[in-house]
């Protein structure tokens, strides 16, 4: 039972350039959230999402970053013309269901690198 | 909304010892759970220990107890018997339940060196 697939691992873009990162929840598992982590810095919740919806966008800046979760296929996070400032690690995290007992799986992350 | 406050940055223990880890929350939901992750240098966020706000007992995973003082608003990580493995980032986290579902909101952390 794999867990959480996040790809790529490590990710470098020039300024300008898109990035897009990838999330495969646990099997089982409805519940989508990505978190930002700076350098030395706790997680920040970006976005949650369910199957074909967004259920959460308040942690996402307004522009330039999006996500979706389609009904086929794995969560995308994607962010256009990114900037030196969007260096960070991206995790996806999934749970079972909603509710203050459910936890979250997380994947291993994405390092972006910003040049 | 919750709040997590990690007061501690770093902390050092000699091996074998234990050690408490503070984290303080604030919120205003009547249900919440509260959650400890371990990250270590590889990068991924490794699930310890849960605490609902309901529950009469203090939660225990193994090494790991989560000492929880609810009129305090405290639910700290106590590690016995520290390895050098336990060398991390420790993050405190909640998650309560307003309105449907809220995102688990994490600390800032705390840094465990764990000395020979």
């Known amino acids: 039972n794999a867990g959480v697939m996040q790809n790529p691992r490590h990710l470098v873009r020039r300024r300008g350039q898109e990035a897009r990162l990838r999330c495969s929840p646990m099997?089982?598992?409805?519940?989508v959230y990505w978190y930002r982590q700076l350098p030395e810095e706790g997680l920040k919740f970006m976005v949650y999402l369910q199957k074909e919806n967004i259920i959460d966008e308040s942690g996402m800046p307004k522009e330039r970053f999006s996500a979706e979760f389609p009904k086929e296929g794995p969560s995308i996070l994607r962010i256009q013309q990114v900037v030196r400032g969007d260096s960070a690690a991206y995790f996806c995290a999934s749970s079972p269901g909603q509710g203050p007992n459910y936890g979250y799986t997380f994947g291993s992350g994405t390092r972006l690198t910003v040049v | 909304a919750q709040k997590i406050t990690q007061t501690q940055p770093g902390m050092f223990v000699q091996e074998k010892e234990a050690v408490t880890l503070d984290c303080t929350y604030d919120t205003s939901d009547p249900s919440y759970g509260l959650f400890w992750y371990k990250q270590p240098s590889s990068g991924e966020m490794i699930f310890l220990i849960y605490?609902?706000?309901?529950?009469?007992q203090n939660a225990t995973e193994g090494r790991y107890s989560l000492n929880f003082q609810k009129a305090r608003k405290s639910a700290n990580l106590v590690i016995s018997a520290s390895q050098l493995g336990d060398s991390a980032m420790y993050f405190c986290?909640?998650?309560?339940?307003?309105?449907?579902?809220?995102?688990?909101?994490f600390g800032k952390g705390t840094r465990l060196s764990v000395i020979a």
């Open positions: 099997k089982g598992h409805s519940h």
């Open positions: 605490q609902g706000s309901y529950d009469q």
């Open positions: 986290a909640m998650r309560g339940l307003i309105s449907g579902n809220t995102p688990l909101v």
